[in-house]
């Protein structure tokens, strides 16, 4: 199987354009209607997908994505749930990275072995595992390298040229930078700060730079995507499924697929209207 996140990179780079990373919850606001999302987010413009892991105690996440992990545990979302979901949206796409975005906790009890291989097995990518400084991943990293899996670091505007070797070691995929100090959903992303920080981790690395955290909005979106190699969109998804749900609406993922339209024609435009 050739490398999808590679595959998916090229083909954006060829168009002259970033890539649109749209994050959910497995399982939000139920196992049923989340793989509907999951289904129609590539015909909605989402190049890459970061699906998350539920858990019980996501510190890195605002309350957008702490209610979505709620919502999930509530319906008794697990991780092998995760992986079967994944195995039947991989029945009618075999060509959208999926990238797993969590916790090492549900991993450590899932077993690593175990865990890397029946995602590679299911047709996911890689992971990006918040909590799992480059020091302390070493019960995870020889299981991904045996099963080919992407393990995806994350640098934050307080990772100094000091530490970034440490975390670009043993990095692939892509490289995503955390654009606002905080958790998911906090703050705004400024478009200039971005520009800098990419420059300087693309003097770093040749990894892709995604960059999320501070993403809500098209226009938001736009701008990052003028500079990035991807953006990341999570907790405006997450919010807007949470509104529908307590509403109790019948068409979330309508919503969500008309939801990330809107950003994937802003990512794709972007460049064009910079170059105007």
């Known amino acids: 199987m050739s490398d999808r996140l590679a595959t998916r990179f090229a083909a954006c780079a060829a168009e002259s354009r970033a890539a649109l990373v749209t994050f959910i919850t497995a399982g939000d606001p139920d196992l049923a209607t989340s793989a509907q999302i999951l289904a129609g987010l590539p015909a909605a413009g989402a190049d890459i997908i970061e699906l998350g892991m539920p858990f019980t ?28 979901m994944v195995c039947t949206f991989r029945e009618t796409d075999n060509a959208t990275p999926v990238v797993l975005m969590g916790y090492f906790n549900p991993i ?44 995806v670091r994350l640098a934050t505007p307080t990772t100094d040229a000091a530490r970034l070797p440490a975390v670009l070691d043993g990095a692939s995929g892509f490289l995503y930078y955390v654009s606002v100090a905080g958790v ?61 749900a307590e509403a109790r609406a019948n068409d979330i993922p309508a919503r969500v697929a008309a939801q990330v339209s809107a950003l994937a024609q802003a990512v794709r435009n972007a460049r064009k209207e910079q170059a105007a």
């Open 57 to 84: 105690d996501p510190m890195a996440d605002g309350p957008a994505i702490q209610r979505g992990n709620i919502r999930s545990l509530g319906g008794g979302t697990t991780l092998k749930d995760l992986i079967a």
């Open 108 to 151: 450590l009890s899932f077993g690593p072995e175990r865990f890397a291989a029946e995602a590679k097995a299911a047709g996911i990518d890689g992971c990006i595992v918040v909590d799992l400084p480059p020091e302390e991943a070493a019960e995870l990293v020889p299981a991904l390298t045996a099963h080919g899996l992407h393990l």
């Open 184 to 244: 998911t959903g906090a703050g705004s992303a400024q478009a200039g700060d971005v520009a800098a920080a990419v420059a300087r981790l693309k003097a770093a690395t040749s990894l892709p730079i995604a960059v999320g955290f501070g993403v809500r909005t098209p226009d938001q979106a736009a701008a990052v995507a003028r500079c990035a190699d991807a953006v990341v969109v999570g907790s405006a998804i997450v919010d807007a499924i949470g509104d529908a």
